[in-house]
């Protein structure tokens, strides 16, 4: 006889006909080599939960692969599950009933619970697998059945914040969290504070971890307790007693400490000040910050309520203020907090006196009068310029009258040195004085014969005065000009209320006497 010959993979199939054939033909050692072996269906057990123990309920499934040469129809499972009180040959589906999710995905399952009484320990079976073509297999389990877990209450297993938290926000919220599933009801929770008392809460979340959200804020640096009461708080599995916690769970946190006021600064403006109409002062502002920050200055120097003026030390103007006057001004200081300080502080502007420029002759002849007068002039206060500025003047006697007149005329009546002087007054009763002198100088016959034609009001009186005055001067000898000269003054008299005043009269006389 030939040996037979198989494809590769012949052998693989032919063991596991031996391991899982029971009840199938066997294959003719002598097959064709174009025979197709003939291969019963397979199948896998599976079980969840795995190690369960009593009271779970076990889902039972086993995987089928179809058997080949032909493909398996009408596949169908049997298993043992006698210890599971369904019976040495109990059904299977895969129908999606009896545990099965899905239907016709040839894996086959029911679901039964382990009955409580169960012993703990290892549970052995067998599961066969059928198809319509007359071919079986069958595969054993196993299942460890574990000793039930013994029930305990609820309990906190976390929260937030911490035990012992320290700076904890005052507008915190607080969390609890339970090892498992609770209902929390009735006065479940207490917040009791040191400092700011009991406070309630909205509670949200659940049923494992709540969320309180209390009413009020807490209060900074306060010690806060938190009680989760265990008479409130039962678990939601029916596996009881116990189904509440074993006592009251307390712990507490620690708000953070209020931060440090920011106190006020304080500033002082400073001065009195003094100041020039038409001039300008330095203001300096002092302050200081209980924090030590920096702080920022700002001057109100006009009096209208906004410090538009930046920094410690700004400049008063008194250009457009007429003194006498006083000012009130005010500085502010900010922190860096934001917090302010004022003061104020007073300036008094001080009138200043016009000024101008004194203009005198140096020198006049006797007899003839000199022009006194103050020009250039000027006052810082417009208000002073504008109002007008008055005049007086000293021709040698003594200051006359203040007035409008920026000039004045003098007289002479003899020779010599005359202290003269002017001031000029603001509105204010500001004066500015200015001296000088003028040398009235000897008189002359012409000068003498020109002051004669001055005065004399009959032209002929003055050309005969001026006749001798002339032929005075040129005398030969001293007698003779001296009878001219008493002849002049002969006829000054005579004309004395007759073309020439009294004055005049006397100013000529004392004057020809200078010759």
Same mark, same amino acid.
């Given at each position: 006889?030939?040996?037979?010959?198989?494809?590769?993979?012949?052998?693989?199939?032919?063991?596991?006909?031996?391991?899982?054939?029971?009840?199938?033909?066997?294959?003719?050692?002598?097959?064709?080599? *174009?025979?197709?072996?003939?291969?019963?269906?397979?199948?896998?057990?599976?079980?969840?939960?795995?190690?369960?123990?009593?009271?779970?309920?076990?889902?039972?499934?086993? +995987?089928?692969?179809?058997?080949?040469?032909?493909?398996?129809?009408?596949?169908?499972?049997? %298993?043992?599950?006698?210890?599971?009180?369904?019976?040495?040959?109990?059904?299977?589906?895969?129908?999606?009933?009896? !545990?099965?999710?899905?239907?016709?995905?040839?894996?086959?399952?029911?679901?039964?619970?382990?009955?409580? !009484?169960?012993?703990?320990?290892?549970?052995?079976?067998?599961?066969?697998?059928?198809? =319509?073509?007359?071919?079986?297999?069958?595969?054993?389990?196993?299942? *460890?059945?574990?000793? =039930?877990?013994?029930?305990?209450?609820?309990?906190?297993?976390?929260?937030?914040?911490?035990?012992?938290?320290?700076?904890?926000?005052?507008?915190?919220?607080?969390?609890?969290?339970?090892?498992?599933?609770?209902?929390?009801?009735?006065?479940?929770?207490?917040?009791?504070? +040191?400092?700011?008392?009991?406070?309630?809460?909205?509670?949200?979340?659940?049923?494992?971890?709540?969320?309180?959200?209390?009413?009020?804020?807490?209060?900074?640096?306060?010690?806060?307790?938190?009680?989760?009461?265990?008479?409130?708080?039962?678990?939601?599995?029916?596996?009881?007693?116990?189904? +509440?916690?074993?006592?009251?769970?307390?712990?507490?946190?620690?708000?953070?400490?209020?931060?440090?006021? *920011?106190?006020?600064?304080?500033?002082?403006?400073?001065?009195?000040?003094?100041?020039?109409?038409?001039?300008?002062?330095?203001?300096? =502002?002092?302050?200081?910050?209980?924090?030590?920050g920096l702080l920022q200055y700002a001057w109100d120097l006009d009096d209208n309520g906004t410090f538009e003026t930046p920094g410690q030390t700004a400049s008063f103007s008194a250009t457009a203020i007429d003194g006498p006057a006083t000012r009130t001004i005010a500085v502010r200081v900010t922190d860096d907090g934001g917090l302010t300080a004022t003061d104020t502080a007073t300036v008094t502007i001080a009138n200043v006196a016009p000024v101008a420029t004194f203009d005198a002759p140096a020198s006049?002849?006797? !007899?003839?009068?000199?022009?006194?007068?103050?020009?250039?002039?000027?006052?810082?206060? =417009?208000?002073?310029?504008?109002?007008?500025?008055?005049?007086?003047?000293? %021709?040698?006697?003594?200051?006359? +009258?203040?007035?409008?007149?920026?000039?004045?005329?003098?007289?002479?009546?003899?020779?010599?040195?005359?202290?003269?002087?002017?001031?000029?007054?603001?509105?204010?009763?500001?004066?500015?004085?200015?001296?000088?002198?003028?040398?009235?100088?000897?008189?002359?016959?012409?000068?003498?014969?020109?002051?004669?034609?001055?005065?004399?009001?009959?032209?002929?009186?003055?050309?005969?005065? %001026?006749?001798?005055?002339?032929?005075?001067?040129?005398?030969?000898?001293?007698?003779?000009?001296?009878?001219?000269?008493?002849?002049?003054?002969?006829?000054?008299?005579?004309?004395?209320?007759?073309?020439?005043?009294?004055?005049?009269?006397?100013?000529?006389?004392?004057?020809?006497?200078?010759?």
């Amino acid at each position: 006889m030939r040996a037979a010959r198989f494809r590769p993979g012949a052998c693989l199939v032919l063991a596991l006909v031996a391991v899982l054939a029971g009840g199938t033909q066997q294959a003719s050692a002598e097959t064709s080599p *174009n025979l197709a072996i003939d291969a019963p269906p397979s199948a896998v057990v599976m079980t969840a939960p795995l190690d369960p123990s009593p009271g779970t309920l076990l889902t039972f499934s086993v +995987a089928v692969t179809p058997g080949t040469n032909p493909t398996s129809t009408g596949l169908y499972v049997n %298993c043992d599950l006698s210890w599971l009180g369904l019976g040495p040959s109990a059904p299977l589906f895969d129908d999606g009933t009896n !545990g099965d999710p899905t239907a016709g995905d040839l894996t086959f399952t029911v679901q039964a619970t382990i009955p409580s !009484g169960t012993k703990p320990g290892t549970r052995l079976g067998d599961c066969g697998v059928f198809d =319509a073509e007359s071919r079986s297999a069958s595969t054993s389990y196993s299942v *460890n059945v574990v000793p =039930a877990a013994t029930d305990v209450g609820p309990s906190v297993t976390d929260t937030v914040p911490l035990s012992d938290a320290t700076d904890v926000a005052t507008d915190a919220n607080v969390t609890i969290t339970f090892s498992e599933a609770v209902d929390a009801t009735g006065s479940w929770y207490a917040l009791s504070c +040191a400092s700011s008392g009991d406070h309630t809460a909205s509670v949200t979340g659940g049923p494992q971890s709540y969320l309180l959200d209390p009413g009020t804020d807490f209060a900074a640096g306060d010690l806060s307790p938190v009680t989760a009461t265990e008479a409130y708080v039962t678990n939601q599995d029916t596996d009881d007693p116990p189904d +509440a916690m074993a006592s009251d769970y307390v712990w507490s946190f620690t708000t953070a400490a209020a931060a440090p006021v *920011n106190e006020p600064p304080t500033v002082s403006g400073g001065g009195p000040y003094s100041v020039d109409e038409g001039s300008s002062v330095n203001v300096t =502002a002092g302050a200081n910050d209980p924090e030590g920050g920096l702080l920022q200055y700002a001057w109100d120097l006009d009096d209208n309520g906004t410090f538009e003026t930046p920094g410690q030390t700004a400049s008063f103007s008194a250009t457009a203020i007429d003194g006498p006057a006083t000012r009130t001004i005010a500085v502010r200081v900010t922190d860096d907090g934001g917090l302010t300080a004022t003061d104020t502080a007073t300036v008094t502007i001080a009138n200043v006196a016009p000024v101008a420029t004194f203009d005198a002759p140096a020198s006049s002849p006797a !007899g003839f009068p000199f022009t006194l007068s103050l020009t250039s002039a000027h006052d810082p206060s =417009a208000a002073d310029t504008s109002a007008g500025l008055e005049y007086a003047f000293d %021709c040698g006697d003594g200051y006359g +009258a203040f007035g409008g007149s920026a000039s004045a005329s003098c007289p002479t009546t003899d020779v010599g040195v005359t202290s003269v002087g002017g001031k000029i007054r603001d509105k204010d009763g500001g004066v500015s004085e200015y001296r000088g002198s003028v040398s009235v100088v000897v008189v002359t016959f012409s000068s003498l014969c020109d002051l004669v034609r001055a005065y004399s009001t009959d032209p002929k009186v003055a050309d005969d005065l %001026c006749d001798k005055l002339e032929r005075a001067a040129t005398a030969p000898t001293a007698g003779g000009r001296e009878g001219l000269l008493a002849a002049f003054v002969g006829q000054v008299g005579a004309k004395t209320d007759k073309g020439l005043t009294p004055a005049q009269a006397a100013e000529l006389t004392l004057l020809a006497a200078r010759l």
